[in-house]
């Protein structure tokens, strides 16, 4: 496994970028194959480094086959490629992100898209008291490396049962909580980068372990997972 993103993945996205056909691709998949396998190298020596300081039930390396059914956009391939790393257990939430592109790698964290009855939870958890993650958000480290949640997507107006003049509306009206730090492609190639993608990840836990108990109890700190 190697810990080191090659200059190569870059070239063979740009690549692919000006040739996303079935037929370069088909023509060209050996040179995607020999990519590909450096890549995962790379994604499984970050898995194998997180698992040192987390839970992790294990890593999804994301196939570079797009799914055109329901898309205006018919290029038939992904031109960056990316990974997602699961925590283990009921009692641990949240999921680690890693995405490679040149000019638009990125690394993200948090609840992207919950279901309802997490998002519920965690809003009626800001409608008592967002002190906690409040913290947690302007934490120097935090802030440094994240500068707060990323803005993706929230609600227009208060969510039903919510009152819209609540002092933390707008926590209460986002539909994600995510944690997103963007990179250059030299600090991608960077060898030091994997350390990087991992204290990244390190300064996400005290948001993981807060909302890990946020979800796994009701509004009076009880727990709710089955013994």
Wanted: charged share 30%.
């Amino acid at each position: 496994m190697s810990a080191i993103v090659n200059s190569s993945i870059f070239k063979f996205l740009n690549d692919l970028k000006k040739n996303n056909t079935r037929e370069w691709f088909a023509e060209n998949k050996d040179y995607y194959l020999k990519e590909e396998q450096k890549i995962k190298d790379f994604f499984t020596a970050i898995n194998k480094e997180l698992s040192a300081i987390d839970n992790i039930s294990g890593m999804k390396a994301y196939r570079i086959y797009r799914d055109i059914r329901f898309s205006k956009d018919k290029t038939p391939y992904k031109t960056y490629r990316s990974c997602s790393y699961k925590r283990a257990t009921e009692a641990l939430r949240g999921g680690y992100h890693l995405e490679i592109t040149p000019r638009g790698s990125f690394l993200a964290a948090g609840f992207w898209q919950p279901n309802k009855e997490d998002l519920l939870r965690i809003r009626k958890e800001f409608e008592l008291d967002s002190s906690y993650i409040e913290n947690i958000v302007k934490n120097k480290e935090f802030a440094t490396t994240f500068g707060g949640f990323h803005n993706r997507k929230s609600l227009k107006v208060a969510p039903t049962g919510f009152d819209k003049t609540h002092p933390n509306i707008d926590l209460i009206r986002k539909k994600d909580f995510i944690v997103l730090r963007k990179f250059t492609d030299k600090e991608v190639l960077s060898k030091d980068f994997h350390k990087t993608v991992i204290s990244s990840f390190k300064t996400v836990r005290p948001f993981f372990d807060y909302m890990s108990d946020v979800l796994t109890t009701n509004l009076n700190g009880e727990s709710i997972l089955e013994e």
